[in-house]
């Protein structure tokens, strides 16, 4: 009992609150730098694939990004490519799901994984030249490369993971 009253009297001396909390902006074009690490092959194996989507704030000054930002694809031809996010079982229509403030020099992260491999009848591949992430108003385009495979008459699809910071802001 006692250590919890000095826990809540610690807790409510602090003059901020944590980051996460706090009001942030938006973070801007030039404060983020988006990139794709595939781990080494950690998310490839048995006609599947995947990487680390990493959203790094390159500013001075902390901000906020959606925590499921929007991602689309384009071919070589700049062509967009019919690749469509699923939605995270349970979560239709699912919870608000906060915004993620990144410190600056700090990261924020989300898992990306799809069917790779033709294993579906109907030979139906699409393969990627281009990423598009949309956060908030600001268009993000990085080189991306990666085959998305489907079943015949349908779209690819991937999953996403909400964006995580690594550390505790």
């Given at each position: 009992?006692?250590?919890?009253?000095?826990?809540?009297?610690?807790?409510?001396?602090?003059?901020?609150?944590?980051?996460?909390?706090?009001?942030?902006?938006?973070?801007?074009?030039?404060?983020?730098?988006?990139?794709?690490?595939?781990?080494?092959?950690?998310?490839?194996?048995?006609?599947?694939?995947?990487t680390l989507?990493?959203?790094?704030n390159?500013?001075?000054?902390?901000?906020?990004?959606?925590?499921?930002?929007?991602?689309?694809f384009?071919?070589?031809?700049?062509?967009?490519?019919?690749?469509?996010?699923?939605?995270?079982?349970?979560?239709?229509?699912?919870?608000?799901?906060?915004?993620?403030?990144?410190?600056?020099?700090?990261?924020?992260?989300?898992?990306?994984?799809?069917?790779?491999?033709?294993?579906?009848?109907?030979?139906?591949?699409?393969?990627t030249?281009?990423?598009?992430v949309?956060?908030?108003?600001?268009t993000y385009?990085?080189a991306?490369?990666g085959?998305?495979?489907?079943?015949?008459?349908?779209p690819?699809?991937f999953?996403?993971?909400?964006?995580?910071?690594?550390?505790?802001?």
């Amino acid at each position: 009992m006692i250590v919890s009253l000095a826990i809540a009297a610690l807790a409510a001396s602090s003059s901020l609150p944590p980051l996460s909390t706090r009001v942030l902006p938006a973070c801007g074009t030039s404060q983020v730098s988006i990139t794709f690490d595939g781990e080494n092959g950690h998310f490839s194996g048995m006609s599947h694939a995947g990487t680390l989507m990493v959203v790094r704030n390159i500013g001075v000054d902390a901000c906020r990004v959606p925590a499921l930002p929007e991602l689309r694809f384009e071919d070589a031809a700049h062509r967009a490519l019919s690749i469509v996010r699923q939605v995270p079982k349970g979560m239709h229509p699912g919870p608000v799901i906060l915004p993620v403030g990144i410190a600056p020099g700090a990261e924020a992260t989300a898992e990306l994984r799809w069917v790779s491999g033709d294993v579906y009848d109907g030979h139906h591949c699409v393969t990627t030249a281009t990423a598009i992430v949309q956060i908030g108003t600001d268009t993000y385009k990085q080189a991306f490369s990666g085959q998305f495979c489907s079943a015949a008459n349908t779209p690819a699809t991937f999953t996403q993971t909400w964006l995580k910071t690594d550390a505790h802001l």
